[in-house]
């Protein structure tokens, strides 16, 4: 009797705690998305799109008019400044994809150096965006890496990674990862990005999972990699901006759909109301053959 007493008082004050909450959302005009980045060795890239409405239907067609055209985008050293060209690449059903990067015909185009800074300017529609990035010096170092058979698990050809990192005295450095498997392409880790606060000035092991294409649903299998692949690992320092922006937006990330999620506000470095971030990477490379 007690029982049915306590039930009855618990459904009663969680039915009179329910409120239905209205959310009016607008619709609003596209915002600047900047898309920027530039690494040692290599030219700055700049992908320039509008936002879409809350109550879009994401298409091929829609995605494709999010390109934004014919902006004047120009990055700077401190001591040369040079204007991007746009560029297109096709992808599928006569759809391209279009960027932002030095002039071909341009002799004299730069390429990303170690501990440089750089300032981006884009206009287009009469309005002007403003942003800067470092590409540091190499801090963190990956030493060496090696696999293991994965444990608890039928598949034999499944495999773990891991690698031996060295991280230099003092605090402030951080870092993003990517990984490369066979001929594919370089997708970050799921949490692709880390700061020393714990393990400053000290040389650690730890796993590195398989960067995932967050464009697909995430696979079961995505923590392991398999006997035959070959491996390689892009270890990336990056400024505190280009962090801040990627944690925010990897939280975000991971918060869709978590009704239990604390809020959330993915932190870019565009001025002028625009969203993104521009980033500099200083990136090194290695790569691991793990044999059938």
């Known amino acids: 009797m007690n029982k049915l007493f306590f039930v009855a008082i618990a459904a009663f004050i969680l039915s009179s705690c329910e409120k239905d909450i209205n959310l009016n959302l ?3 005009n596209g915002v600047l998305v900047v898309d920027a980045s530039i690494e040692n060795d290599k030219p700055p890239v700049v992908v320039l799109t509008k936002s879409f409405s809350f109550f879009s239907s994401i298409t091929p067609q829609l995605l494709d008019s999010a390109f934004v055209h014919n902006a004047v985008v120009t990055i700077s050293n401190g001591v040369d400044t040079q204007q991007l060209k746009e560029y297109s690449v096709p992808i599928v059903n006569n759809y391209n994809y279009f960027y932002y990067t030095i002039d071909s015909n341009n002799v004299n185009a730069f390429k990303g150096q170690l501990n440089t800074a ?3 300017t884009v206009t287009t529609e009469g309005q002007t965006y403003t942003s800067s990035t470092t590409i540091p010096a190499f801090g963190e170092i990956l030493d060496s890496m090696w696999w293991k058979k994965m444990p608890y698990n039928d598949d034999t050809t499944a495999i773990l990674l891991s690698g031996k990192f060295t991280d230099p005295k003092g605090l402030g450095d951080y870092c993003r990862y990517f ?4 001929n594919g392409g370089f997708l970050p880790g799921y949490n692709s990005v880390f700061n020393d606060q714990v393990i400053d000035g000290t040389t650690y092991s730890f796993q590195i999972d398989p960067g995932v294409d967050r464009n697909n ?3 079961l299998d995505s923590n392991y990699f398999k006997r035959g692949d070959t491996i390689t690992v892009k270890l990336a320092d990056i400024d505190k901006s280009t962090y801040t922006f990627w944690n925010t937006w990897e939280f975000a990330y991971r918060s869709i759909g978590n009704p239990f999620a604390q809020p ?4 870019g470095n565009i001025s002028n109301g625009a969203l993104g971030a521009f980033y500099g990477y200083a990136a090194d490379y290695k790569t691991l053959i793990v044999p059938k």
């Open 118 to 120: 750089y300032s981006l």
């Open 217 to 219: 649903p995430i696979p």
């Open 26 to 28: 607008n619709n609003v």
């Open 264 to 267: 959330n506000k993915v932190i």
């Open 179 to 182: 990984t490369k498997t066979n």
